[in-house]
């Protein structure tokens, strides 16, 4: 009997607003699949900018007006946009309260606590301290107080921002989207064989998983068995 699962492993930073966006897209999409216990999980790390600082410097419009090389209004208007994307996925951005630092410190912190089987909560924690909460995912008191909050102890949190055990991990999520080709997040990779890019619908996301689970299900049928019955006992404790 085979007791693995399909693999979907999603490339992400948590400074990416599309990535949480198209974090809550794929959840609706997999809420309703049939096989979702079927399917396993893997957060991998990404960096969209590894030379901002630890330490703020500039607000994040001017960041994003000097990046992209934008007119302020235009930039405005780019971020009322993305805000209203979020809110038409569940989620609340206040563009306005983000402080634009390296994101590097924040996927140690993910890298540990995927150890612990708390990759998913990471992301979410930290998706939502950056956006909507207006937190410093730099600073090491407020990652400390965060990987807490999902269930790392403060010497977990500690040894994840020590070292190069962790950091080399990040950085090999990171070598590996360029391997694959990857240059943009979000980018979810179904069973290697497909993938979506960007924030798409939970209905392109319905599609691929479709897709994909169907093709690994044929190479990993369910247990089947010939049962010959007697008499047993239930959970319920009915025995008879």
């Not at 405005?76 to 038409?88: C, F, I, P």
């Not at 890298?111 to 600073?139: P, S, V």
Request: proline share 4%; charged share 25%.
């Amino acid at each position: 009997m085979s007791t693995n699962k399909m693999q979907v492993e999603i490339w992400s930073d948590v400074m990416c607003p599309f990535c949480y966006i198209g974090k809550r897209h794929f959840e609706t999409a997999l809420e309703t699949f049939a096989g979702k216990n079927n399917i396993t999980i893997t957060w991998k790390s990404f960096q969209l900018d590894p030379s901002l600082p630890e330490k703020e410097e500039i607000g994040h419009e001017q960041y994003l007006t000097e990046r992209k090389g934008l007119p302020q209004a235009q930039v405005k208007a780019l971020l009322d946009h993305v805000t209203q994307s979020a809110k038409n996925a569940g989620l609340d951005y206040h563009f306005e309260n983000i402080v634009t630092v390296n994101s590097f410190n924040a996927h140690r912190i993910i890298q540990m606590a995927k150890t612990k089987g708390l990759g998913d909560a990471a992301e979410e924690r930290l998706f939502r301290a950056y956006f909507t909460e207006g937190r410093d995912i730099a600073d090491r008191n407020t990652l400390t107080e965060l990987g807490k909050e999902i269930g790392l102890t403060e010497a977990e949190v500690s040894e994840s921002l020590t070292g190069d055990a962790y950091a080399g991990r990040v950085n090999q999520d990171i070598d590996e989207a360029q391997q694959l080709g990857i240059t943009g997040v979000p980018f979810f990779v179904f069973d290697r064989k497909y993938a979506v890019s960007e924030a798409q619908p939970p209905e392109a996301f319905t599609q691929t998983i479709d897709k994909a689970f169907s093709e690994w299900r044929q190479s990993n049928p369910a247990a089947s068995f010939e049962i010959t019955e007697g008499e047993s006992c239930t959970p319920d404790g009915d025995c008879g």
